[in-house]
């Protein structure tokens, strides 16, 4: 008997680990990818003998990605290489002093002693709760797919959660263990992450700074993009087939059922299992037609909280930077106000923007001719939704930021560069395909988690699924890869593989 057939929309993370887990369980698996490479956001370019990561920096919990090879049949460590970043990432905040968050649990507490006696005996407090916030909630949560809210009321569960003090903010979570602003803010700064501020995103997401100090921060070996070539290398090594520089234009569907989709190009592919990980809105508005939408309607998308947007500089420099971690941001004091624009990134900040800077030459050197390094620079913007006019603002503000690297090492910069490349907030829409540019998807306040948030399977259209960042567990490569465990379960459930 043939094998059911899956179309796949992108060979993003979460299409290609969706593409292996199904071609694993015994699907017919076909990925359409409108770039000539895999990767969506995460698909990286080379210019001027430099290579650069675009999309995310920051690989956590290798075991997700072992689990996923594992059950595959295969072995992650011949696909990708990862090597461990040191310390995790330093933070230098408005008034010059540094914190560096690392594994080493005792540096690190050497650290918090020489801030104030008491700070190492309440983190070991907060991490010994996380020990058992992983047990309760990761795999019940993150890791599973997600169920209705009335699912979610189970007694013991609540209870459980309750002990947690969820309703409590990242920042508030944090305060209450340690009275100290800078260090609240410093293990906050994951919710950069998922877009949000650490006084806005809820407390459910210090689970991720714990899991950072647990299982570390790591880099793929020949950056993000050999580890989208390995996902892909892994995806046909098991049947898949990747057909590349191939856009879908549009699902299609008979008697309100998926029964394919329609390339550019206006071959028609026929299956009835779609799955799509273009970016969310831009699938609403350019992949699905008014009436395949379901719910999901212009004034329902208009209504949902999406994140911020980036302002990327993308460095060729012909020197290194030896002292520089690898990861390194700047906190400016204007990230303690909880009024616009600084809490949601709604305006332009010309005045103190903290900022992000990765240095990947000095652990991973092939990224740059001999002597000479990449850097690259990320600052929170508004979305398209806002109006900044980048024809106006893009030169100046690149120069403005190029003028404030010294905050974090780099006052030299200007005279080095030799190879440059800028993303704004419209590079991130309209070469990216990605919805108002909001590069980290949808928010994640507790309106838009687990149950609230757009469902894998489109209960209104029986064969449509989505895998991504917009979907239960939400934004980064860690939960879009557990994203891709559960496309697998509901196709399962709902398309069973078929035996002679």
Same mark, same amino acid.
């Given at each position: 008997?043939?094998?059911?057939?899956?179309?796949?929309?992108?060979?993003?993370?979460?299409?290609?680990?969706?593409?292996?887990?199904?071609?694993?369980?015994?699907?017919?698996?076909?990925?359409?990818?409108?770039?000539? %490479? =895999?990767?969506?956001?995460?698909?990286? @370019? !080379?210019?001027? +003998?430099?290579? /650069? &990561?675009?999309?995310?920096?920051? $690989?956590? %919990? =290798?075991?997700?990605?072992?689990?996923? @090879? !594992?059950?595959? +049949?295969?072995? /992650? &460590?011949?696909?990708?290489?990862? $090597?461990? %970043?040191?310390?995790?990432?330093?933070?230098? @905040?408005?008034?010059?002093?540094?914190?560096?968050?690392?594994?080493?649990?005792?540096?690190?507490?050497?650290?918090?002693?020489?801030?104030?006696?008491?700070?190492?005996?309440?983190?070991?407090?907060?991490?010994?709760?996380?020990?058992?916030?992983?047990?309760?909630?990761?795999?019940?949560?993150?890791?599973?797919?997600?169920?209705?809210?009335?699912?979610?009321?189970?007694?013991?569960?609540?209870?459980?959660?309750?002990?947690?003090?969820?309703?409590?903010?990242?920042?508030?979570?944090?305060?209450?263990?340690?009275?100290?602003?800078?260090?609240?803010?410093?293990?906050?700064?994951?919710?950069?992450?998922?877009?949000?501020?650490?006084?806005?995103?809820?407390?459910?997401?210090?689970?991720?700074?714990?899991?950072?100090?647990?299982?570390?921060?790591?880099?793929?070996?020949?950056?993000?993009?050999?580890?989208?070539?390995?996902?892909?290398?892994?995806?046909?090594?098991?049947?898949?087939?990747?057909?590349?520089?191939?856009?879908?234009?549009?699902?299609?569907?008979?008697?309100?059922?998926?029964?394919?989709?329609?390339?550019?190009?206006?071959?028609?592919?026929?299956?009835?299992?779609?799955?799509?990980?273009?970016?969310?809105?831009?699938?609403?508005?350019?992949?699905?037609?008014?009436?395949?939408?379901?719910?999901?309607?212009?004034?329902?998308?208009?209504?949902?909280?999406?994140?911020?947007?980036?302002?990327?500089?993308?460095?060729?420099?012909?020197?290194?930077?030896?002292?520089?971690?690898?990861?390194?941001?700047?906190?400016?004091?204007?990230?303690?106000?909880?009024?616009?624009?600084?809490?949601?990134?709604?305006?332009?900040?010309?005045?103190?923007?903290?900022?992000?800077?990765?240095?990947?030459?000095?652990?991973?050197?092939?990224?740059?001719?001999?002597?000479?390094?990449?850097?690259?620079?990320?600052?929170?913007?508004?979305?398209?939704?806002?109006?900044?006019?980048?024809?106006?603002?893009?030169?100046?503000?690149?120069?403005?930021?190029?003028?404030?690297?010294?905050?974090?090492?780099?006052?030299?910069?200007?005279?080095?560069?030799?190879?440059?490349?800028?993303?704004?907030?419209?590079?991130?829409?309209?070469?990216?395909?990605?919805?108002?540019?909001?590069?980290?998807?949808?928010?994640?306040?507790?309106?838009?988690?687990?149950?609230?948030?757009?469902?894998?399977?489109?209960?209104?259209?029986?064969?449509?699924?989505?895998?991504?960042?917009?979907?239960?567990?939400?934004?980064?490569?860690?939960?879009?890869?557990?994203?891709?465990?559960?496309?697998?379960?509901?196709?399962?459930?709902?398309?069973?593989?078929?035996?002679?």
């Amino acid at each position: 008997m043939a094998k059911q057939t899956v179309l796949i929309i992108g060979a993003g993370p979460g299409g290609l680990a969706t593409a292996m887990r199904l071609a694993k369980t015994g699907y017919d698996v076909h990925i359409y990818e409108a770039e000539a %490479v =895999p990767g969506g956001r995460m698909r990286g @370019f !080379s210019k001027d +003998g430099y290579h /650069f &990561d675009t999309g995310p920096s920051i $690989l956590q %919990v =290798p075991r997700v990605y072992e689990e996923l @090879f !594992s059950f595959c +049949g295969l072995r /992650f &460590d011949d696909y990708v290489t990862l $090597l461990r %970043v040191d310390p995790n990432t330093r933070l230098k @905040f408005w008034d010059k002093s540094i914190i560096d968050l690392t594994s080493d649990l005792d540096a690190f507490k050497t650290q918090l002693a020489a801030r104030r006696a008491d700070l190492p005996e309440r983190f070991d407090a907060w991490y010994s709760e996380h020990i058992r916030k992983n047990d309760a909630g990761y795999a019940p949560y993150l890791g599973t797919p997600v169920r209705s809210i009335l699912g979610y009321l189970n007694p013991r569960e609540i209870i459980t959660a309750l002990t947690f003090r969820p309703w409590e903010s990242l920042y508030d979570h944090y305060f209450n263990y340690f009275q100290d602003e800078q260090l609240c803010y410093a293990m906050a700064y994951p919710s950069k992450y998922l877009g949000m501020h650490p006084k806005k995103s809820a407390s459910v997401f210090s689970l991720v700074s714990w899991l950072e100090f647990n299982d570390g921060i790591w880099h793929p070996k020949g950056g993000f993009t050999a580890l989208s070539r390995g996902l892909a290398k892994a995806a046909t090594d098991l049947g898949v087939s990747i057909h590349y520089n191939t856009p879908v234009a549009r699902v299609l569907t008979s008697q309100n059922r998926v029964r394919g989709i329609r390339l550019e190009n206006g071959t028609e592919v026929s299956a009835e299992i779609v799955v799509t990980n273009a970016d969310f809105g831009y699938a609403l508005n350019h992949i699905l037609t008014p009436e395949q939408r379901g719910p999901y309607t212009n004034r329902k998308l208009d209504s949902m909280r999406f994140s911020c947007s980036t302002f990327m500089l993308y460095l060729g420099v012909n020197k290194t930077y030896p002292d520089a971690p690898h990861h390194q941001l700047y906190l400016s004091e204007h990230i303690r106000s909880t009024e616009p624009p600084y809490v949601d990134d709604s305006a332009l900040d010309t005045t103190d923007p903290s900022f992000y800077v990765c240095n990947p030459t000095m652990l991973d050197p092939g990224n740059a001719p001999d002597g000479h390094s990449t850097i690259f620079v990320l600052v929170p913007i508004p979305n398209t939704s806002h109006g900044v006019d980048w024809n106006e603002h893009k030169q100046a503000y690149r120069d403005y930021i190029i003028s404030r690297l010294h905050e974090l090492g780099y006052g030299d910069i200007s005279d080095h560069i030799v190879s440059e490349t800028c993303y704004v907030a419209d590079t991130w829409q309209n070469e990216f395909r990605t919805h108002i540019g909001a590069v980290f998807n949808l928010g994640h306040d507790w309106g838009q988690l687990g149950p609230l948030r757009p469902h894998i399977r489109a209960d209104w259209l029986p064969g449509l699924y989505f895998v991504g960042g917009a979907v239960h567990p939400g934004s980064g490569l860690l939960t879009i890869l557990e994203s891709a465990k559960s496309s697998v379960h509901f196709i399962s459930q709902d398309h069973a593989v078929t035996t002679a």
